[in-house]
């Protein structure tokens, strides 16, 4: 009976965990948010507006190299101590400590002395969000099927561009909460979100030996080499799209759109993007699994990279439009596609490794940008 049953499991999304891991996913995703609003403001506040290029230096740095150090930490505890979840637990408490720490620390209005630890604050904050972040996502294959991992990772698209396309309502929200607020609701949420993930996963581990079970159709992946150099590339080409999405298409749609589409800004633009993405991020995930992730990926990059081209260049506001609606077509395949198409490039044992590394390469593209922007 219970063979029959690991065998049903096998071949199906787990989908209480899978939702368990969307939760945690968003509530990363509503921190960043929160981060990215308040960190100019807390700058300006705590006149630190020198250091931002600093700041924004060491947020890169951060955000590539503390990935594969997860996991690598990941690893080990898979196969030496059970399983990935103390990593991913330290990770969450970490981080809600540090959210915590920000809060208090706001609402005592620290004076000349105490304003300096919110700089450093902040650098554990980063550390703390990349340590859970890239093991927690691998857990995706723990209970996915292989040949369902698009469809997994269409769940959690929607549930990232669902949450940044309402980012002005959340904006509006934490602007009148207030900092220390929403960095204690930011704590809880992660906090809430990190134990069911926990709580939930617990069943995938075998009761005798508390350990990760091997997913049956990763057996012939053992003794593949992982391909390190090409899932960053992989990450790096995720991440181009998405740092010219977020930090360029704003300013460069909303001139051109602005003189022909009254009230149509750059971030509107960006938002209904976002919207139709997580709408057909589903259907995507259909197409992937047709003509697999490898050529679904390389072809929705290319096109990307035209329709960027037209976007910047062309003075037609149509043509703009169009280009946009193509793009983020392609962009979702994109999204749906690129993680398991580079877990497929990782060895079983290395598996928490290579998704750091793929998380690292993400991270590249937007750390340069924003130094720029700071400098």
């Known amino acids: ?112 002395i105490f304003k300096w630890v919110l700089p450093f604050l902040i650098v554990f904050w980063l550390i703390a969000m990349s340590i859970f972040t890239s093991p927690a996502l691998s857990t995706l294959e723990l209970f996915t099927p292989v040949d369902k991992l698009p469809r997994a990772m269409a769940v959690l698209t929607i549930v990232a561009n669902l949450i940044y396309a309402i980012e002005p309502i959340i904006v509006d929200i934490i602007d009148y909460i207030g900092a220390p607020l929403t960095f204690m609701a930011g704590g809880a949420v992660v906090l809430a979100s990190g134990y069911a993930l926990r709580k939930n996963s617990l069943s995938l581990f075998s009761l005798s030996d508390n350990k990760e079970r091997q997913p049956r159709k990763m057996i012939s992946l053992n003794d593949q ?79 990307i990279m035209m329709s960027t081209a037209v976007i910047f260049i062309s003075q037609s506001v149509f043509m703009i439009l169009f280009m946009a609606a193509i793009f983020t077509v392609t962009f979702t395949m994109l999204s749906v596609s690129a993680l398991p198409l580079a877990m497929s490039r990782s060895n079983y044992y290395e598996k928490v490794f290579c998704v750091g590394i793929f998380f690292s390469g993400v991270s590249v593209p937007d750390g340069i940008i924003n130094a720029i922007q700071a400098f």
């Open 1 to 112: 009976m219970e063979s029959l049953t690991l065998s049903r499991t096998a071949n199906s999304i787990q989908w209480k965990q899978l939702w368990s891991l969307a939760a945690l996913y968003g509530s990363v995703v509503i921190g960043w948010i929160a981060y990215q609003n308040y960190q100019p403001k807390l700058l300006e506040k705590f006149q630190f507006t020198d250091f931002a290029f600093m700041l924004m230096v060491g947020q890169g740095i951060i955000l590539v190299v503390t990935p594969p150090l997860a996991g690598m930490l990941g690893d080990r505890h898979r196969f030496h101590n059970g399983h990935r979840i103390p990593v991913i637990s330290a990770g969450i408490s970490f981080a809600a400590m540090v959210f915590m720490a920000v809060a208090f620390t706001l609402l005592g209005n620290p004076g000349e």
């Open 225 to 303: 080499k992982s391909q390190l150099g090409y899932i960053f590339f992989l990450g790096i080409a995720l991440g181009i799209p998405t740092s010219i999405m977020f930090n360029l298409f704003p300013d460069a749609i909303g001139i051109k759109a602005s003189d022909m589409l009254s009230g149509l800004s750059g971030k509107m633009m960006v938002v209904y993007m976002l919207g139709l993405s997580a709408l057909i991020s589903l259907p995507a995930s259909t197409l992937v699994n047709k003509y697999g992730a490898s050529k679904s990926f390389w072809t929705s990059f290319i096109i």
